[in-house]
């Protein structure tokens, strides 16, 4: 397995899971990975109950684990992420973790807090038992993932909905 690069959290940040008062910033930092559309608070927030109540069979590991990095001064989020753990047939019902939505906000980037990030989702992927964390991502962001450890496996397809 490739060794992770360690990052330590910086002075005056905090990394933790999401929790409904990330609202604003959870919503604004994802803006600049994507097009979010209308999400009102309240959908925001049974979304954060619904992921916190998803367990797998397998013991104590929540299916979904979004975390944030918030600046402690401001209560700023200054990141944002996700690990989807999968339970599969394969691999003796092993788990797989998906990293997905991994978005930096504008004015916090150049602070290594992608590869905090993505360091904590693996984290908390192997430590739920995981054999293999895997991510998508646009060419032009392969060698900060590579920095991060991974390595290209293969490639992504897919379908898009016409919306």
Known sequence: MTKMVEVRVPNGFSIRRIQKQDYEGVIKTLSILTTV??????QFGSIVEYW???KLPKGDVY????????????????????????QKLIHE???????EDIAVGSEFQGKKLGALLINKLTEVGL??????????????????????????????????ANL
Request: proline share 3%; aromatic share 8%.
């Open 52 to 54: 916190d109540t998803q």
């Open 37 to 42: 559309g209308a999400v009102t608070e309240k």
């Open 127 to 160: 430590e739920s038992g995981c054999y293999k964390i895997i991510l998508d991502c646009d060419p032009k962001n392969v060698a900060f993932y590579e920095k991060c450890g991974f390595h290209t496996a293969g490639v992504e397809m897919q379908i898009k």
């Open 93 to 99: 019902c092993g788990l797989v973790g998906h990293i």
């Open 63 to 86: 299916k979904y684990n979004p975390y944030v990095i918030v600046e402690d001064s401001t209560g700023k989020v200054a990141a944002t992420g996700n690990v989807i753990i999968e």
